[in-house]
């Protein structure tokens, strides 16, 4: 299993944000955590990349120990974070918020190649290179959140909310990349407040109330399940 996570506890002082969660994602795969905000989804990926230190439990990556490694050695080992409301350098431009992303990267010539295949599933980033990141619209944005995350080369992907705020028609538009970033080998490990578009792109789902996992199993089927349809799905 490319990514496990094991019975991970989080604390915010003394508050107990997740209360051991696990979770499982294999090559080319997508998980998905759904869930009411405040239940403990976005600490989770946050613990996963290392921006928040878990209180106990583990987390592996290909087998080794990850947990209490500096996020950026985390990036270096094959983990990208798109966060929660994108968070780019809006005075830069879209060229210079790619090349932020491949900051571990010391091959030029990789870089490039990275770069050229960035644009080549978002070719309106590469019309757009030249142009501060502020000025492109919300799923353009997004687009190049997503596009940043690949410049590091990762193994996985972590998505937090990349439909948050967009457009219906750019909804689709995103869901449309994250299957194609499985098609390309990407694992990818995906929060979305939209739980029925999230458990149609998934191959694994996991439910998550309260800081604990309440359900989980293959996404077709928490599609069908009562609790979910009630709870998430709007009947």
Do not use: W
């Not at 990514?3 to 002082?13: A, C, G, P």
């Not at 490694?69 to 990036?75: A, D, L, R, Y």
């Not at 940043?148 to 080369?153: G, Q």
């Amino acid at each position: 299993m490319l990514l496990e996570v094991e019975n991970i506890r989080v604390h915010y002082d003394k508050v107990e944000a997740v209360k051991g969660i696990s979770l499982s994602a294999d090559k080319g795969m997508i998980s998905t955590l759904i869930g009411a905000n405040g239940a403990g989804k976005t600490t989770t990926l946050r613990a996963i990349s290392g921006l928040k230190k878990i209180t106990s439990g583990e987390i592996r990556l290909d087998g080794k120990r990850i947990d209490g490694t500096s996020p950026h050695k985390i990036v270096g080992m094959g983990i990208a974070h798109v966060p929660e409301g994108r968070r780019l350098f809006g005075l830069m431009t879209v060229r210079h918020n790619l090349i932020a992303g491949a900051y571990l990267q010391k091959d030029k010539k990789e870089i490039k190649k990275i770069m050229d295949e960035v644009f080549e599933h978002f070719p309106v980033l590469k019309e757009r290179q030249s142009q501060l990141a502020k000025t492109l619209s919300g799923g353009e944005q997004q687009m190049l959140a997503i596009g940043r995350a690949m410049m590091a080369n990762p193994k996985i992907i972590l998505m937090d909310e990349p439909s948050l705020g967009l457009a219906p028609i750019m909804v689709a538009e995103i869901a449309k990349i994250i299957v194609h970033c499985r098609e390309e080998g990407y694992t990818v490990v995906l929060i979305e407040q939209n739980a029925s578009l999230a458990l149609r792109l998934a191959d694994q789902g996991y439910v998550v109330e309260t800081g604990r996992i309440a359900l989980e199993g293959p996404a077709e089927k928490l599609l069908k399940n009562e609790h979910v349809k009630k709870a998430y799905l709007g009947g």
